[in-house]
């Protein structure tokens, strides 16, 4: 059974920070690397990060030097630090597995965590 669930979002002022959370099925944390999408309304979703088993991290370049992706294999849960947040970050936020092929293989989204980034 997979299973993504994701906390930590919330309304934050342009500038501010948050940290979210993904708690995942073991099934998949621990073979696969693991990425946060978001997907904001109107728009496709996204890869914004990405992490691998060994820690070798990759960004959209949108987020670049302002989000950090971390995971603890311990317990099985992957970590989105976003800094100096802009309006253009409100999106459902979501974890999964970061290859494409492996995410349309096991056709499963958790519910996703709202961020909203508004004065």
């Known amino acids: 059974q997979v299973q993504f669930v994701e906390s930590g979002g919330g309304l934050v002022q342009p500038g501010g920070s948050l940290r979210l959370s993904c708690a995942a099925s073991?099934?998949?944390?621990?073979?696969?690397?693991m990425g946060w999408y978001r997907q904001a309304p109107g728009k496709q979703r996204e890869l914004v990060a990405s992490?691998?088993?060994?820690?070798?991290?990759n960004y959209a370049d949108s987020v670049k030097g302002r989000f950090s992706i971390s995971r603890d294999n311990a317990k099985n849960t992957v970590y989105l630090q976003m800094n100096s947040l802009k309006p253009e970050d409100t999106a459902v936020y979501s974890c999964?597995?970061?290859?494409?092929?492996?995410?349309?293989?096991?056709?499963?989204w958790g519910q996703g965590t709202q961020v909203t980034v508004s004065s």
């Open positions: 999964n597995a970061a290859d494409a092929a492996v995410v349309a293989a096991y056709d499963y």
């Open positions: 073991r099934r998949i944390f621990s073979i696969y690397a």
């Open positions: 992490i691998t088993i060994g820690g070798a991290t």
